[in-house]
């Protein structure tokens, strides 16, 4: 990992650790949960949004009014948005999504479950999600929470990332390896 990441993810952690907890005692964990994932579909949908908490134009203040506003309006946890404006404050903002993937890690280990980054070329349907983190569970003995996105480049297929062990079922893996194969032989 550079430098930059690891610094990155370290002050991710350690924010993540100080809502983790206090949500944890207030028993509101599964509250946050929805909450993360609200946020993180917005941040994933606003291009405004991304350039706002990554960009030293926008001053600390306009930050900070910014994500308190958002956060009012979506509704998100008191402890959450006042840690939205102490990262605003201190500058932190760039950090967000390493936040919700610390935070996500950390209530997916408090319940038991494990979480499962999964790429597709469409968007996956309920009973497909089902299907899949029941076959998921079956190989790794947890309760499985899939993290679906969506990459049309990979024409069909799936990527499934758990933990360390990833599995590339796609269609455009399938044509580079039979590429290489080619090359091989000619």
């Known amino acids: 990992m550079s430098e930059p990441a690891s610094i990155s993810s370290g002050i991710a952690a350690r924010y993540a650790t100080a809502v983790f907890e206090i949500a944890n005692e207030n ?7 929805t909450d993360l994932d609200d946020l993180a579909a917005a941040y994933d949908a606003s291009a405004d949004l991304r350039e706002l908490v990554s ?4 001053s600390r ?15 998100i946890l008191p402890v959450m948005q006042n840690v939205l404006g102490l990262m605003a404050q201190k500058r932190r903002l760039f950090v967000l999504s390493q936040l919700i993937a610390s935070l ?10 494990v979480s499962a980054d999964v790429m597709s070329a469409q968007t996956l349907s309920d009973k497909q999600t089902k299907a899949l ?15 679906a996105t969506v990459d049309e480049s990979l024409i069909g297929g799936l ?7 990833m599995i590339d079922t ?16 000619g």
Do not use: C, F
């Open 55 to 58: 960009s030293p134009v926008y």
């Open 133 to 147: 983190a029941k076959q998921l569970k079956a190989a790794v003995g947890k309760d499985v929470k899939i993290n």
């Open 61 to 75: 203040a306009a930050q900070g009014e910014a994500v308190a506003a958002l956060a009012t309006k979506m509704g």
């Open 104 to 113: 996500r890690e950390r209530i997916a280990a408090h319940k038991g479950e």
């Open 159 to 165: 990527v499934v990332k758990v933990g360390s062990k």
């Open 27 to 33: 028993g509101e964990l599964s509250r946050l949960e």
């Open 170 to 185: 796609s269609i455009r893996s399938k044509l580079n390896s039979l590429q290489n194969a080619m090359k091989e032989v």
